[in-house]
């Protein structure tokens, strides 16, 4: 039972971060399209701290 707790714990997290990177791209997408250079800086220093 604890395996199996850990493989779903170690699954979660995997889907997590996946999640975070997807929104955090369309977030820069759309702070490009937009030509918001201050917000892409912004977003890329989140990207580089959550090393995604």
Do not use: C
Request: proline share 0%; net charge positive; glycine share 2%.
């Amino acid at each position: 039972m604890n395996k199996n707790r850990q493989q779903s714990l170690t699954q979660a997290a995997i889907a997590h971060k996946e999640t975070l990177r997807k929104n955090l791209q369309h977030r820069l997408e759309l702070a490009r399209a937009n030509g918001n250079d201050s917000l892409v800086s912004q977003l890329e220093a989140e990207a580089a701290y959550l090393h995604l």
